[in-house]
């Protein structure tokens, strides 16, 4: 989803000594590689066959749902046969470090390499099975590095079919500017859009429809006429609706608050129009049943949109919301699939206003989740929701108390001291006994500096900085970041995280 070079014996020289631990969360019936990531390439190298790596973690929903819909297809099992598969878990030994050197940040991330270490492209992880399959066979056949396609396409270079395709497909959403920056995605997306061929509609429309979904983030002004109409032309058609579900699925409000303005004509019309498509969508059997409650999920977001914070959505719209949950929970068997389903399905009830219906699916799925403690961190926020301070923070540290992994549970660590900073700032026992604990196990653990382990350290060190802003914890905040400066300081000067670690004690403007 990011990019990188890693060329031949550069490709070797950073990653090696990176090593992964297998991991009991990697489906069955494909063979990845377990040990050695520089052993992976060099293999890949010496059968000249592409690299294909994925990094993700045991409780992430996507990574689950990628299982689930992906990786369990004879389809893609057998194209494994034509690449070398490695399978990175977020929580395994050197996973984060890895994650540093190839510039990837969220899960899942899935990247297609050459045999000689430089990167194809990155794998889309929102989209169906389907389209996700046929990215990665173009990608093997095409074996032409994005970044060189992007760089020819911009320069006005005739492009193949298979070209616009594998730009259309790519996960812009992450690449965390390493194709393009940031602040000037949006304009390459619709430079792209413009310079695709007639004949090539579906990579000119999803293109369009991704620069519109990032100018929608970008932009504080209404979208341009043109780009509405686009808009319309799609969710009128079924099969262009279907064609980019993950765009009207992922940033429907975004896109409605940028081309519309609220309480006018055109608000109505684009939301009736867009509600529209997501109920079909919602209704069709060739998406997962995630992506159907995705749909879904949209549509009661559509729904709040406009309306006041604390009202309730119309009574049909709940029913619905009951009905459809209560058909993903009953139909979805498969344990992968169900990390997803019932994430998205309580996020519903919950942005629904079913805060008790969505504690009790919660709940019962702690029993059979092979990772529960990501939905305590649910039940948390609905506890916060209701303005249940105390059962807010039960379910937070009980969240962090079950977590596995040295990454994952400093992540799990820094959500629990938010959550004490936030609602219960007066406990400042707890909340330096917290963080004590958390940076306990940072200080035993290999590579705790790098990528999400490193995010979530300084997510602490930062709001123990606001918590502290007037200065009323001082004695307290100055025992932490002791603590913190005495992990640094026994790193090696050698060692790159001693520079990360010690930048985290540096004041932020």
């Known amino acids: 989803m990011l990019i990188v070079k890693l060329v031949n014996s550069l490709a070797l020289l950073l990653i090696s000594g990176s090593t992964f631990a297998a991991s009991s969360s990697a489906p069955a019936g494909i063979a990845w590689e377990q040990g050695d990531v520089a052993a992976a390439f060099a293999k890949a190298k010496a059968e000249k066959k592409p690299l294909f790596l994925y990094w993700g973690a045991t409780w992430c929903p996507p990574c689950n749902q990628i299982k689930a819909t992906v990786f369990n297809q004879q389809r893609f099992i057998d194209r494994t046969k034509q690449f070398i598969p490695v399978y990175i878990d977020g929580d395994s030994a050197g996973a984060q470090k890895l994650a540093s050197q190839f510039k990837v940040r969220g899960y899942p991330s899935m990247i297609l390499f050459k045999p000689d270490g430089s990167e194809i492209t990155r794998l889309p992880g929102e989209v169906d099975a389907d389209r996700y399959l046929s990215t990665l066979e173009l990608g093997l056949s095409n074996a032409r590095p994005v970044k060189e396609t992007l760089s020819s396409a911009l320069a006005g270079g005739k492009l193949s079919p ?9 996960s812009w959403d992450s690449d965390q500017a390493q194709l393009v920056p940031e602040d000037q995605l949006a304009a390459t997306l619709k430079t792209l859009a413009k310079s695709v061929p007639a004949t090539e509609s579906y990579a000119s429309t999803h293109l369009q429809l991704k620069a519109i979904a990032q100018a929608a983030g970008d932009e504080k002004t209404t979208g ?3 780009e ?12 262009q609706a279907r064609d980019n579900f993950d765009v009207l699925v992922n940033s429907a409000t975004e896109i409605v608050g940028y081309l519309s303005k609220a309480q006018t004509s055109e608000r109505s019309k684009l939301s009736e129009a867009w509600n529209k498509a997501l109920q079909q969508l919602a209704l069709d059997k060739t998406l997962s049943a995630n992506d159907r409650l995705s749909a879904l999920t949209s549509q009661v977001a559509l729904a709040r949109l406009d309306a006041a914070k604390d009202s309730k959505l119309a009574a ?4 619905e919301v009951l009905e459809r949950v209560a058909e993903a929970d009953k139909t979805t068997t498969n344990g992968y699939e169900r990390q997803s389903v019932i994430s998205t399905a309580a996020y519903t009830l919950s942005e629904a ?3 008790d219906e969505s504690d009790v699916l919660l709940k019962a799925e702690l029993k059979r989740s092979h990772a529960p403690y990501y939905f305590m961190l649910s039940l948390g926020s609905n506890a916060k929701k209701r303005g249940d301070k105390t059962g807010a923070l039960g379910w937070y540290e009980e969240a962090y108390k079950k977590s596995e992994g040295p990454a994952t549970r400093v992540q799990w660590g820094s959500s629990y001291v938010s959550a004490l900073v936030d609602l219960a700032p007066q406990n400042e ?7 004590q604990g958390i940076l306990k196990e940072v200080a035993v653990t290999p590579n705790a500096f790098y990528e999400r382990s490193r995010r979530s350290i300084e997510k602490i060190v930062n709001k123990l900085a606001t918590w502290n802003k007037d200065k009323q914890h001082d004695a307290a905040v100055g025992r932490v970041l002791t603590q913190l ?8 000067a050698s060692d790159p995280q001693r520079g990360i670690c010690q930048d985290l004690l540096k004041p932020k403007a």
């Not at 109409?229 to 058609?237: F, G, I, P, T």
């Not at 026992?429 to 963080?435: H, N, Y």
């Open 316 to 319: 049909p719209m709940i029913k």
């Open 429 to 435: 026992e707890r909340i330096e006994q917290t963080a």
């Open 485 to 492: 400066d005495g992990i640094c300081s026994k790193l090696p």
């Open 224 to 226: 341009p006429a043109e």
């Open 162 to 170: 298979d070209d616009w395709r594998l730009l259309a497909d790519y």
């Open 353 to 355: 206003g079913l805060l």
């Open 228 to 239: 509405l109409a686009l808009v319309h032309k799609v969710l009128a058609d079924k099969q």
